[in-house]
C-alpha cells in the first residue's frame, strides 16, 4: 500500500512539477509580447530599453541569492505559491506602466517573482526526479519552453483579436491561479526530502568543488544559448547577408531543435545514461558554433543553431539534477547555487560577447563559445553520475 501511496505522490508531484514549468514559461512569453506596448508607453530608446530589461534580470538574482534557505524553510509549495503570485500580480502593471522609473521597479520585483519561482520548481522537480526513481528533469524544462511559446505567441493572437494588454494580462492571471489551483496538492511541502527540513537548512553549507564545476557548466551553457537570443540575428544579417525581416529565423530554428529534443530528453537519459548525453551534448553544440561561423552561407548556419540547439537541450536539466543529487548539500541549497550562477551566465555573456565582437568579430566570439561547449564536455568526463 505505501509504494502505491508514493506513486501517487510521485505523478502527482510530476504533473504540478510540469503546470509549474509551463506557466512560469508562460509569463516570460507573455512579457516578450509586451515589450514593444512598453516602449511606445513610455518612449524608450534603445539604451533605456536594455537598461529596464537589466532590471529583471537583477530582480531574479537578488531572489535566487536567498532562494535556498526559504525554500528548506517554507518547502516547495509557499514558496511556488508565493512567488507566482508575486509576478502575477505585477503583470497588468507591465501591461499598463508609462513611467520609465515605475515600469523599471515593475520589473525589478516581477523578476524577484519568476527567479524564485525557478529556483524552487527546479527544487520541486529534482527530488519528484530522485522519488519517481527515472529522468523526468528534460521534461519540466521542455515544459517551460512551450510555456514561453504560448506566452509569446497567445499575446499577439489576443493583441490581434482586439485585446487590451491588461485584458490579457488579467486572463493570464485567471489560467495561472486554476492551473494551481488544481495543481497545488502535488507541490512538496518541504524543500529537502523531509517535511522538517528548516532545522538542516539553517546550518551554513559551503558548495564542494563538484558543484562549483556544475554551476560553471551550468553558466558556459546558458551563455552560449543567451548568445543565440541576442546576437544570432545579428550575425546572421551582418556576416550571412540575410534580409533583417528573416534575422528571426535563427532563434527560431534553435528553440524548436531544443524543445523537440527536451521534449525526447527524458527517455534519450534513460536509454544512453547522462553522462553519454552530456558529453555528447556538449560535442553537438560545440560542432553546431563550429558549422554557424565556418559555413560559406546562411543556409549551413541555420542549420549550425539548430545544432546548438540539440545539443545543448538536455545540458542544464541534467546538470540540475547532478546537483540535487549531490550530499555535500541539502537539496534546496545546492540547485539553488547551480541555478543562480547559471543565471549570471545568461545576464553577463551576451554582453562580454559584445566585449569580445567590438574589440574583435563575431566569429572570435562565437568561436569561444564552441571552445565553451568543448569544456563542457570534458568535464563531464570527470562527474559522478549516480545511478538513479
Given at each position: 500500500?505505501?509504494?502505491?501511496?508514493?506513486?501517487?505522490?510521485?505523478?502527482?508531484?510530476?504533473?504540478?512539477t510540469?503546470?509549474?514549468?509551463?506557466?512560469?514559461?508562460?509569463?516570460?512569453?507573455?512579457?516578450?509580447?509586451?515589450?514593444p506596448?512598453?516602449?511606445?508607453?513610455t518612449?524608450?530608446?534603445?539604451?533605456?530599453?536594455?537598461?529596464?530589461?537589466?532590471?529583471?534580470?537583477?530582480?531574479?538574482?537578488?531572489?535566487?541569492?536567498?532562494?535556498g534557505?526559504l525554500?528548506g524553510?517554507?518547502?516547495?509549495?509557499?514558496?511556488i505559491?508565493?512567488?507566482?503570485l508575486?509576478y502575477?500580480?505585477?503583470?497588468?502593471?507591465?501591461?499598463?506602466?508609462d513611467?520609465?522609473?515605475?515600469l523599471?521597479?515593475?520589473?525589478?520585483?516581477?523578476?524577484?517573482?519568476?527567479?524564485?519561482?525557478?529556483?524552487?520548481?527546479?527544487?520541486?522537480?529534482?527530488?519528484?526526479?530522485?522519488?519517481?526513481?527515472k529522468?523526468?528533469?528534460?521534461?519540466?524544462h521542455?515544459?517551460?519552453s512551450?510555456g514561453?511559446?504560448?506566452?509569446s505567441?497567445?499575446?499577439?493572437?489576443?493583441?490581434?483579436?482586439?485585446?487590451?494588454?491588461?485584458?490579457?494580462?488579467?486572463?493570464?492571471?485567471?489560467?495561472?491561479?486554476?492551473?494551481l489551483l488544481l495543481?497545488?496538492?502535488?507541490?512538496?511541502?518541504?524543500?529537502?526530502?523531509?517535511?522538517?527540513a528548516?532545522?538542516k537548512?539553517?546550518?551554513?553549507?559551503?558548495?564542494?568543488f563538484?558543484?562549483?564545476?556544475?554551476?560553471?557548466?551550468?553558466?558556459?551553457?546558458?551563455?552560449?544559448?543567451?548568445?543565440?537570443?541576442?546576437?544570432?540575428?545579428?550575425?546572421?544579417?551582418?556576416?550571412?547577408?540575410?534580409?533583417?525581416r528573416?534575422a528571426?529565423?535563427s532563434?527560431?530554428?534553435?528553440?524548436?531543435?531544443?524543445?523537440?529534443?527536451?521534449?525526447?530528453?527524458?527517455?534519450v537519459?534513460?536509454?544512453?545514461?547522462?553522462?553519454?548525453?552530456?558529453?555528447?551534448?556538449?560535442?553537438?553544440?560545440?560542432?553546431g558554433?563550429?558549422?554557424?561561423?565556418?559555413?560559406?552561407?546562411?543556409?549551413?548556419?541555420?542549420?549550425?543553431?539548430?545544432?546548438?540547439?540539440?545539443?545543448?537541450?538536455?545540458?542544464?536539466?541534467?546538470?540540475?539534477?547532478?546537483?540535487?543529487?549531490?550530499?555535500?548539500?541539502?537539496?534546496?541549497?545546492?540547485?539553488?547555487?547551480v541555478?543562480?550562477?547559471?543565471?549570471?551566465?545568461?545576464?553577463?555573456?551576451?554582453?562580454?560577447?559584445?566585449?569580445?565582437?567590438?574589440?574583435?568579430?563575431?566569429?572570435?566570439?562565437f568561436?569561444?563559445?564552441?571552445?565553451?561547449?568543448?569544456?563542457?564536455?570534458?568535464?563531464?568526463?570527470?562527474?559522478?553520475?549516480?545511478?538513479?
Open positions: 500500500m505505501s509504494k502505491v501511496i508514493s506513486g501517487e505522490r510521485t505523478i502527482s508531484g510530476a504533473l504540478a510540469r503546470a509549474v514549468f509551463f506557466i512560469t514559461g508562460t509569463a516570460i512569453g507573455l512579457w516578450a509580447a509586451l515589450v506596448f512598453a516602449q511606445q508607453r518612449g524608450a530608446e534603445a539604451n533605456q530599453l536594455g537598461a529596464l530589461l537589466l532590471c529583471l534580470g537583477a530582480g531574479s538574482l537578488v531572489s535566487m541569492s536567498g532562494s534557505p525554500i524553510r517554507f518547502g516547495c509549495r509557499a514558496v505559491l508565493a512567488a507566482t508575486l502575477c500580480l505585477l503583470l497588468p502593471v507591465l501591461a499598463t506602466a513611467e520609465l522609473w515605475l523599471g521597479l515593475a520589473l525589478f520585483v516581477f523578476g524577484m517573482g519568476i527567479g524564485l519561482t525557478d529556483v524552487a520548481m527546479n527544487v520541486q522537480g529534482a527530488i519528484v526526479e530522485q522519488m519517481s526513481g529522468p523526468l528533469m528534460s521534461g519540466f521542455c515544459l517551460w512551450i514561453g511559446i504560448a506566452g505567441a497567445g499575446g499577439a493572437l489576443l493583441f490581434r483579436f482586439g485585446l487590451s494588454t491588461l485584458t490579457s494580462t488579467v486572463l493570464a492571471i485567471i489560467i495561472t491561479a486554476l492551473v495543481v497545488s496538492p502535488g507541490l512538496l511541502r518541504f524543500g529537502n526530502h523531509e517535511s522538517s528548516a532545522e537548512s539553517a546550518g551554513r553549507f559551503r558548495p564542494g563538484t558543484l562549483i564545476l556544475l554551476a560553471l557548466m551550468t553558466m558556459l551553457s546558458f551563455m552560449a544559448e543567451g548568445a543565440v537570443i541576442d546576437w544570432s540575428g545579428i550575425f546572421m544579417t551582418t556576416e550571412r547577408g540575410l534580409d533583417v528573416n528571426g529565423w532563434f527560431a530554428v534553435f528553440s524548436i531543435a531544443m524543445s523537440v529534443l527536451r521534449l525526447t530528453g527524458d527517455a537519459v534513460k536509454r544512453l545514461g547522462r553522462k553519454t548525453v552530456l558529453v555528447g551534448g556538449g560535442l553537438l553544440a560545440m560542432a558554433y563550429l558549422l554557424v561561423v565556418l559555413a560559406p552561407d546562411w543556409l549551413l548556419s541555420l542549420g549550425g543553431f539548430a545544432l546548438i540547439g540539440i545539443g545543448a537541450a538536455n545540458i542544464v536539466p541534467i546538470l540540475v539534477t547532478l546537483a540535487g543529487q549531490e550530499k555535500g548539500m541539502p537539496v534546496n541549497m545546492s540547485v539553488a547555487v541555478t543562480t550562477l547559471g543565471y549570471f551566465g545568461v545576464l553577463g555573456g551576451p554582453a562580454l560577447l559584445g566585449w569580445v565582437a567590438h574589440y574583435t568579430n563575431l566569429y572570435t566570439a568561436t569561444l563559445l564552441s571552445a565553451g561547449f568543448a569544456m563542457i564536455a570534458v568535464a563531464a568526463l570527470k562527474l559522478r553520475y549516480p545511478t538513479n
